[in-house]
C-alpha cells in the first residue's frame, strides 16, 4: 500500500517568515494530495489541494507544489502569522479514494 | 464548517465493552470513510462505505465494523475494546471514490478506553 512521508516533524518560525513542509509517497498511482490544518481538539480541515496533472497551485499566502519523477510535494506558507499554528498533514490518494496520511507538522509561528 | 457532524465528542468506555459512534456526511456525498487518530499521528484509514457498501479496509480488525444509510449518516462500530482503541475517531464524506475527490473530515469522536 501507499506510504507517505512527512518533515519536519515541529517547526518553527518567526512571524512573517516562511515555512516548507515536505512530503514523500511510495506509490506511482497516487494522483490527488490534499493538505489538512487541524487545531487541537479539533478535526482536520482542508486548506489546499493539487491534482497530478499540475504542477504547483497558490492560494493566497498558501502554496503546493508537486514533482511526480521524485514522489514528492510541499506546502509552502508565506507570511507566516500566529493564527498559522496548527498541525499540518499531508496526504496521498490512491485508488478508491482512500487518503494515507503523513505523520504531521506541528507549526509554530512565534510572534 | 465542512457540514460534517459527529456524535458524541467524548466517550469513555471500559476495555471489553462495545462503542458505536454516529457520523452525518453531507447531503449528497455517497461515500463516508472513517479514521483513527492516535494522540501525536496521522488518522490511519479505518475503512470506506459507498452508497451502503464497503468499498475498501485499511489494516484493522474484524471487530471494526461499519454501516451507512440512506440520509448521509454512517455508524463506525468497535467490538472487545481494548486500551490501544483509545483514540480520536474522524469521519470524512466525499461525493464520489474517484480518487480525486475532497474529503471533508467531522469534528471526531475522543474514545478513552480504561
Known amino acids: 500500500g501507499e506510504n507517505v512521508e512527512q518533515h519536519p516533524s515541529t517547526l518553527s518560525v518567526q512571524e512573517g517568515d516562511s515555512a516548507v513542509i515536505k512530503c514523500t509517497y511510495s506509490?506511482?498511482?497516487?494522483?490527488?494530495f490534499p493538505w489538512y490544518k487541524q487545531e487541537l481538539g479539533k478535526g482536520p480541515q482542508l486548506i489546499i489541494d493539487?491534482?497530478?496533472?499540475?504542477g504547483e497551485k497558490k492560494d493566497q499566502r498558501i502554496a503546493v507544489t508537486l514533482n511526480k519523477t521524485a514522489k514528492h510535494f510541499s506546502l509552502h506558507i508565506t507570511e507566516t502569522q500566529p493564527e498559522d499554528s496548527a498541525v499540518y498533514f499531508c496526504?496521498?490518494?490512491?485508488?478508491?479514494?482512500?487518503?494515507?496520511f503523513g505523520t504531521g507538522t506541528s507549526l509554530t509561528v512565534i510572534p | 464548517e465542512t457540514g460534517v457532524t459527529q456524535s458524541p465528542t467524548h466517550l469513555i468506555k471500559t476495555r471489553g465493552q462495545q462503542v458505536t459512534l454516529r457520523c452525518s456526511s453531507q447531503?449528497?456525498?455517497?461515500?463516508v470513510s472513517w479514521y483513527q487518530q492516535a494522540l501525536g499521528q496521522g488518522p490511519q484509514f479505518i475503512f470506506q462505505?459507498?452508497?451502503?457498501?464497503?468499498?475498501g479496509r485499511g489494516n484493522f480488525p474484524p471487530r471494526f465494523s461499519g454501516l451507512q444509510f440512506p440520509n448521509y449518516s454512517s455508524e463506525l462500530n468497535v467490538n472487545a475494546l481494548e486500551l490501544d482503541d483509545s483514540a480520536l475517531y474522524l469521519c470524512?464524506?466525499?461525493?464520489?471514490?474517484?480518487?480525486?475527490?475532497?474529503?471533508?473530515f467531522g469534528p471526531g469522536t475522543r474514545l478513552t478506553v480504561l
Open positions: 470524512a464524506s466525499s461525493l464520489d471514490v474517484v480518487s480525486t475527490d475532497t474529503q471533508y
Open positions: 506509490d506511482s498511482a497516487s494522483n490527488y
Open positions: 493539487i491534482r497530478s496533472n499540475v
Open positions: 496526504a496521498a490518494s490512491t485508488t478508491g479514494n482512500q487518503f494515507y
Open positions: 447531503s449528497g456525498h455517497n461515500t
Open positions: 462505505y459507498y452508497r451502503e457498501e464497503e468499498n
